[in-house]
Nanobody, 121 residues
Framework: QVQLVESGGGLVQPGGSLRLSCAAS????????MGWYRQAPGKQRELVAA???????NYVDSVKGRFTISRDNAKNTVYLQMNSLKPEDTAVYYC???????????????WGQGTQVTVSS
């Protein structure tokens, strides 16, 4: 079994910054892509940013230049640095990872429990 545990959410004023972390643990052989999604009230979940095991990244247009995704493969952890936050960034943020477990050889998709980010004055 694999668990993804997120941390770092909270309340921040517009223009502020937050850093989200997501640590994967359990029976992990390797992790392929990792990503951050978000879901605002009444809206569909959307991909915010993703990073491959080799470090290639992609972002939704609305966060380009403000958010940075990174990962520490040795710690099975992915981060999301969020700068210049806007009220429209308010959402529950979910971590996602494609994991090949110790039993191998297939990749399974795992989700974290979500962490609330609220941008408000």
């Amino acid at each position: 079994q694999v668990q993804l545990v997120e941390s770092g959410g909270g309340l921040v004023q517009p223009g502020g910054s937050l850093r989200l972390s997501c640590a994967a643990s359990g029976s992990i052989f390797s992790i392929n892509a990792m990503g951050w999604y978000r879901q605002a009230p009444g809206k569909q979940r959307e991909l915010v940013a993703a990073i491959t095991s080799g470090g290639n990244t992609n972002y939704v247009d609305s966060v380009k230049g403000r958010f940075t995704i990174s990962r520490d493969n040795a710690k099975n952890t992915v981060y999301l640095q969020m700068n210049s936050l806007k009220p429209e960034d308010t959402a529950v943020y979910y971590c996602n990872a494609g994991v090949i477990t110790g039993a191998g050889p297939y990749e399974y998709n795992y989700w974290g429990q979500g962490t609330q980010v609220t941008v408000s004055s």
